[in-house]
């Protein structure tokens, strides 16, 4: 065998490893916050659309947009790096919540 391997990576610090694990859980309690603004707001959004009857089909969109994103980035995520497209998807997740806060708030 000719060649030299690639020297191992140095083991993480317990800080680094706590930083780490911070920020994954920071990305699950959006995750969790989506879940819970969504559920709250459904009543809402089925009583705008105009009854009932409709709760069904945005139930099976909101699911269709979720499970069509997560390949898309985790694709986007291999070609430029899971650092920024998990920063990208907290930032759009933010802006995206504060505009439908917004209507609410500027209307008052």
């Known amino acids: 065998m000719s060649g030299?391997?690639?020297p191992a990576p140095a083991p993480l610090t317990h800080r680094q490893i706590l930083?780490?694990?911070s920020g994954l859980m920071a990305g699950?309690?959006?995750?969790a916050l989506d879940q819970t603004?969504?559920?709250t707001a459904l009543p809402t959004i089925v009583g705008e659309l105009g009854g009932l009857d409709h709760l069904s089909?945005?139930?099976t969109a909101y699911l269709l947009t979720t499970t069509a994103s997560t390949p898309l980035y985790g694709k986007l995520s291999d070609i430029y790096g899971r650092r920024l497209?998990?920063?990208s998807a907290i930032v759009i997740f933010?802006?995206?919540s504060v505009l439908c806060g917004c209507?609410?708030?500027c209307s008052s």
Do not use: H, K, N
């Open 4 to 6: 030299s391997a690639a």
């Open 19 to 21: 930083v780490v694990f």
């Open 28 to 31: 699950m309690l959006l995750a």
């Open 37 to 39: 603004i969504v559920s």
């Open 57 to 59: 089909w945005v139930v």
């Open 85 to 87: 497209m998990f920063q």
């Open 94 to 96: 933010v802006i995206g």
């Open 103 to 105: 209507p609410r708030a």
